[in-house]
């Protein structure tokens, strides 16, 4: 794994579409996400719903 200059792995932008976004960060074996605000309250929830939806499917 290479870490960014910042000391990030990668940059992860949500465009709108939950199942992408919450797919972005499966491919970096997140497992959990820390809102900041509030828009990241509502987008921490959704994901946590996708996650969910996906273990099921699997």
Do not use: K, P, Q, Y
Request: proline share 0%; with cysteine; aromatic share 2%.
């Amino acid at each position: 794994m290479r870490l960014h200059a910042d000391g990030f792995v990668d940059e992860i932008r949500h465009e709108g579409d939950v199942v992408a976004t919450a797919a972005a960060l499966r491919e970096h074996g997140v497992s959990g996400v820390l809102a900041g605000n509030e828009s990241g309250v509502e987008l921490a929830c959704s994901s946590a719903e996708e996650a969910r939806a996906a273990h099921e499917r699997s």
